[in-house]
Structures are given as C-alpha cells and as structure tokens.
C-alpha cells in the first residue's frame, strides 16, 4: 500500500505558479508521514526520476536542485502529515510527473535518498511555453 497522495499538478503557462500537496494516506514502518524526511521527485518523459527537493523533520534541512533554486519552496505541516510544493516562474523543462516520498535521508550534498516506500501514482505538470 502506497501511504502517500499527491495532488495539485495541472497545465499552466511559463512563468506561471502551482502549488503541490503531499498527504500521507497510511503509515510508514507503522509510523505517521510527519516523522519523515520527505522528498519530492520528477520524472519527465524519457529521463530518469530526479530528486528535487527534500526538508528533514523539523525543515532543519532544506535541498533543492539547482535547476529549481530561487523558484521552488518546500515546506511541511507535520500535524496535517502534509508536504508542500510551491513552484513560481515555472518553465516549460519543470514539466514532469512529480511524485513524494519519504525518504531515509536528505542533506544538502546528495538531496533526497532511500526512498522508503512505493512510488505513487504522481501529480502530472504541464508547463506551456
């Protein structure tokens, strides 16, 4: 069972903004999504699934991929078990199926690793030039 459910993605025009939501539908090792490190991925059609941010529990850590830095916001509501996705200024190369998980480490030298638990199903970005 995937315990986690993205939402939020749609078709927007360059330049535009889209938030992404992160809600933990089950448990991870028997434990709520908010004990986490959480990630958030992208795969975009015919490329490998890239990490793109991660924040550690208590947002200690924050990571983002360069290609996203100064554009893409991370944040967490551990209480709602929910992890966001502000993205501003998107480009046409932001379009991708995004995906989170938690993930068993991240740190500002290799980002999100270990995902630990399946993918989910994704929430799709479009972005129009």
């Known amino acids: 069972q995937v315990p986690v459910v993205e939402s939020g993605g749609g078709l927007v025009q360059a330049g535009g903004s889209l938030r992404l939501s992160c809600t933990g539908s089950?448990?991870?090792?028997?434990?709520?999504?908010?004990?986490?490190?959480l990630g958030w991925f992208r795969q975009a059609p015919g490329q490998e699934r890239e990490g793109v941010s991660c924040?550690?529990?208590?947002?200690?850590?924050?990571y983002y991929v360069d290609s996203v830095k100064g554009r893409f916001t991370i944040s967490r509501d551990n209480a709602k078990n929910t992890l966001y996705l502000q993205m501003n200024s998107l480009k046409p190369e932001d379009s991708a199926m995004y995906y989170c998980?938690?993930?068993?480490?991240?740190?500002?030298?290799?980002?999100?690793?270990?995902?630990?638990?399946?993918w989910g199903q994704g929430t799709l970005v479009t972005v129009s030039s």
């Open positions: 089950g448990l991870v090792s028997g434990l709520p999504l908010g004990n986490f490190a």
């Open positions: 924040i550690k529990v208590y947002g200690e850590t924050i």
């Open positions: 998980a938690a993930v068993g480490h991240c740190s500002l030298s290799r980002g999100a690793v270990n995902p630990l638990h399946a």
